[in-house]
């Protein structure tokens, strides 16, 4: 699409979560009569429209009210080799933001050589952000990225130098902001200036953020070689214990999560349960020994409506098994050394 006078309009790629600080860059690129194509990644570690308690939030709303496309794109296998193997480290839990910047940044570059767009834009904010907003990082960022100077971030441009977009004058930077920090002050005051009012709260993140997930998954990456779509899937539900190197048990915290774990199992898993009081389904996976379905099934017990009888009655099954399982409840302080959490 062209400009009034005739030039062809520039058109910016966005990494968009949904989220706040992205929604502004847009708005301040699109106010600049900027094509936007904005993008927004999935994961499996909860980056996805479904969780709301991710870093991922439904874009459409935001892109319906101004206008703009979004693009979906889930990273797949890609996000998952480096979150085995991150090229620059963990923050506080399992997160890997640097290399997790890097790859979105790549697929962004990607899609903007695919479509002709000019530069890419995103909501990065100078100083807010320990691990992947300190200039130093951001250097290292757009650099591995292959975006040196394309890489424009609206709500910083004025403390950055300026970017290939602002010196051909596709951009105007005296428009952009120079924010820098943890407070939201200024944004809020964008956010009021555009009308923008349902934005998700800065604190949501990524499931790598979350300190008893991060454990499940250490201990994962601690007794596989490699991670499965369906391993990673389970990580999100129930409690989980490490009967030994091979072998995990996953119990079911209600009703919702019973029925995730069944949908996951596979024909060769084991699954326990007490018939007709309030029992948990738990899933064994690996070594599936009587010994430890036994254990199994007195973890099963202690969660059980009957975890203060001396005994409970289980079964264990899998596809063409089935076996009867008189167990005392474990108790709590013998847990406490299984438990993943
Ligand atoms: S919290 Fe870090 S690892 Fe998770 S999606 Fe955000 S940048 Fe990526």
Do not use: W
């Amino acid at each position: 699409m062209d400009n009034k006078d005739g030039k062809k309009r520039a058109h910016a790629i966005a990494l968009f979560s949904g989220g706040l600080d992205s929604a502004l860059a847009i708005l301040l690129t699109l106010r600049q009569n900027i094509e936007v194509t904005a993008l927004t990644f999935m994961t499996h570690f909860g980056c996805d429209l479904g969780d709301r308690s991710s870093c991922g939030s439904n874009p459409y709303p935001v892109a319906k009210q101004y206008g703009f496309n979004v693009k979906l794109m889930h990273l797949g296998q890609k996000f998952i080799d480096i979150v085995e193997n991150p090229e620059f480290g963990r923050g506080k839990n399992m997160n890997v933001c640097t290399d997790c910047r890097i790859l979105m940044l790549q697929e962004a570059k990607n899609l903007m050589e695919l479509i002709n767009a000019d530069f890419i834009i995103t909501g990065e904010v100078l100083g807010q952000r320990p691990m992947s907003q300190v200039r130093g990082k951001m250097n290292l960022i757009e650099k591995r990225s292959g975006l040196r100077g394309k890489l424009l971030r609206p709500l910083s441009a004025k403390l950055l130098p300026p970017t290939e977009a602002e010196l051909k004058h596709l951009v105007d930077r005296e428009q952009l902001e120079g924010i820098s920090g943890r407070s939201r002050k200024r944004q809020m005051e964008l956010a009021h200036e555009f009308g923008l009012e349902d934005y998700p709260s800065p604190a949501s993140g990524c499931l790598l953020t979350d300190k008893g997930y991060s454990n499940r998954l250490r201990d994962l990456l601690a007794h596989t070689d490699h991670l499965t779509f369906n391993d990673l899937n389970l990580l999100r539900l129930g409690r989980h214990f490490r009967l030994d190197d091979e072998t995990k048990v996953i119990v079911g915290r209600n009703e919702q999560e019973n029925k995730q774990i069944l949908s996951y199992k596979k024909p060769h898993h084991y699954y326990i349960e007490a018939k007709d009081i309030g029992s948990p389904i738990t899933l064994v996976l690996g070594n599936t020994s009587l010994e430890n379905l036994k254990k199994a099934a007195m973890i099963t017990a202690r969660y059980t409506s009957a975890k203060n009888q001396p005994k409970v009655t289980l079964l264990a099954y899998n596809k063409v098994n089935q076996k009867e399982l008189i167990v005392p409840p474990a108790k709590d302080e013998d847990l406490h050394y299984i438990i993943i959490k």
